[in-house]
């Protein structure tokens, strides 16, 4: 293997890594932000920081949908976001796609969410 073949490879493995965990980052923020809102205690300074955040997340989370959940559940995605996909798939999902589209819903989003249950 050359050298640019193998700093491909670790780049790739990189992106796969830190994509989902970004996304999830983000999204744990900005549930606490709608926590805030709902409390009706979000600042300005909160919005400054908080909206492009916000952007941000649902860019990561639109190329997590194409790349990283198209990798994981082997399909095309459906819908624009990898909530709504892990929504559909445990909702109306069958065998393994949807016993893993459960398991990451329970595992990172429900306790997330202010609602106890991530729809999507």
């Not at 965990?21 to 923020?29: D, E, H, I, N, P």
């Not at 709902?38 to 989370?61: I, N, S």
């Not at 595992?107 to 249950?117: E, F, K, R, Y």
Request: aromatic content about 14%.
């Amino acid at each position: 293997m050359t050298w640019p073949t193998v700093i491909l490879i670790a780049l790739l493995v990189l992106w796969f890594i830190k994509l989902p965990w970004s996304l999830w980052v983000a999204y744990v923020a900005i549930m606490r932000l709608k926590q805030v809102r709902e409390a009706g205690q979000l600042t300005t300074a909160m919005k400054v920081f908080g909206y492009p955040l916000l952007f941000r997340g649902l860019v990561l989370d639109f190329f997590c949908n194409l790349i990283t959940a198209s990798l994981l559940f082997r399909e095309w995605p459906r819908e624009w976001t990898v909530s709504s996909r892990l929504w559909r798939l445990s909702q109306t999902g069958t065998g393994w796609r949807q016993q893993r589209a459960i398991a990451m819903r329970i595992a990172l989003l429900d306790a997330i969410d202010p609602s106890g249950l991530h729809k999507g």
